[in-house]
């Protein structure tokens, strides 16, 4: 009897853990905000581009076979990893800076006019629940959506959209939140980053230098997070005392990207560098120079680390030594535009979007990228100027 129940067991977790993995239910997929999901989609990676035709300052979320985008302007796309087909579309009547995550069929999106609930099935807005601009990435746990808004207030909502949770904080709470053993880390524009229980009392806070718009990160019992002052910081989850900080030179609007099994976390700054360093000490390992700021959180695979730059570049590293192993540059130096939006990874797909409104999907393993509209706008430029070069020359030699 006891072995029959032990082999019904098995069999019903086998079951449910592919529909619990392809859950997309926070910024970057999870607390340690490594972009990445593997593979369990039956095709082979695809070249491709897509038009949004708005700037894409959202991060994708994947859920099952398909990429879901949102622009600026709040058109939410459907996208089929595979074909790089539009599947369906939304118009969600309100701009959007967050990013969509995905439970259950259900897609939940931060906008102007506070937070969304999708029915990706019907492809319809099945609830939304109205407060000031939600920049704030959910974060779904134990059935309830957690938000922060620009009115100070941290939600939670349920399946139904309605309130479970409402803690009144100072600042815009423009940081997407973290829960960790019904523990929630979210940041603020009044300098501070919360610890507070979904049970709604507050554990500690502590002030840093300037707002965080950065998103925390967890790991070893530890919080990671960036401020505006500069600084990367790692916090003791339990009292919130200082373990360590970081000076990165310049505001840290990137979120920190944690891989604990490398004890390593990778974060970017205005100051220009993706940087490395040890989650146990903050001690820098290394640091890669782009040149312009870097806001996109970086996502990791096996080896590899890979962010967007302000300057038009996605960069592929070696996550240990911090060396270039490709780089990409759609916009082809004329029509470089910001990546701002944080790649991820599906398998050996690279997703990521700019603020030219285009999405593209490359193959991180084989370091294969499509081509891009942007190419050929520059080649059609250069050969306008090739042949007015050519013309004065002619005209030049003709008046000699």
């Not at 581009?49 to 076979?65: Q, V």
């Not at 995905?102 to 319809?124: E, F, M, P, Q, T």
């Not at 192993?325 to 701002?340: D, H, K, R």
């Amino acid at each position: 009897m006891y072995k029959k129940l032990m082999i019904g067991l098995i069999i019903a977790l086998l079951c449910l853990s592919p529909i619990a993995a392809e859950n997309w239910n926070s910024f970057a997929g999870d607390v340690t905000h490594n972009g990445y999901r593997d593979e369990n989609s039956d095709f082979v990676t695809n070249l491709w581009t897509f038009n949004m035709e708005s700037p894409i300052h959202s991060s994708p979320a994947i859920y099952k076979d398909y990429v879901y985008f949102v622009s600026s302007n709040g058109i939410l796309k459907a996208i089929d990893m595979e074909t790089g087909q539009e599947e369906w579309d939304l118009d969600l009547e309100s701009p959007t800076n967050s990013s969509p995550i995905i439970h259950k069929n259900r897609l939940y999106i931060g906008c102007d006019d506070g937070l969304k609930a999708v029915n990706i099935d019907s492809h319809k807005v099945i609830w939304d629940y109205d407060c000031s601009n939600v920049e704030s990435t959910p974060f779904y746990y134990k059935d309830v959506i957690y938000f922060g808004s620009d009115d100070g207030h941290l939600y939670g909502l349920n399946d139904d959209g309605k309130v479970e949770f409402n803690k009144k904080l100072d600042g815009e709470l423009k940081s997407s939140p973290v829960i960790v053993d019904d523990t929630i880390y979210i940041g603020s524009t009044n300098s501070k980053l919360y610890s507070i229980d979904t049970d709604k009392s507050k554990n500690w806070d502590f002030t840093t230098g300037d707002e965080i718009l950065s998103s925390p990160s967890y790991v070893n019992e530890t919080v990671i997070f960036g401020s505006n002052d500069g600084n990367i910081y790692c916090l003791n989850e339990s009292e919130g005392k200082l373990i360590w900080k970081q000076d990165l030179n310049n505001k840290v609007i990137s979120s920190p990207t944690v891989d604990e099994h490398d004890n390593s976390v990778y974060i970017g700054s205005d100051d220009g560098n993706m940087t490395c360093l040890d989650i146990r000490d903050g001690t820098i390992k290394w640091s890669h120079r782009a040149g312009d700021k870097i806001q996109s959180t970086a996502a990791i695979k096996d080896n590899l680390v890979a962010y967007g730059s302000n300057n038009g570049y996605l960069y592929v590293l070696n996550k240990f030594t911090g060396l270039e192993e490709f780089t990409y540059n759609p916009g082809t130096f004329l029509f470089n535009s910001a990546i701002t939006s944080s790649p991820v990874i599906n398998g050996n797909t690279l997703l990521f979007g700019d603020d030219s409104g285009h999405l593209y999907s490359l193959n991180i393993e084989k370091y294969e990228v499509p081509g891009s509209t942007q190419l050929y706008y520059s080649l059609g430029i250069l050969i306008v100027l090739m042949i007015v070069i050519v013309a004065v020359v002619v005209k030049v030699r003709r008046r000699k």
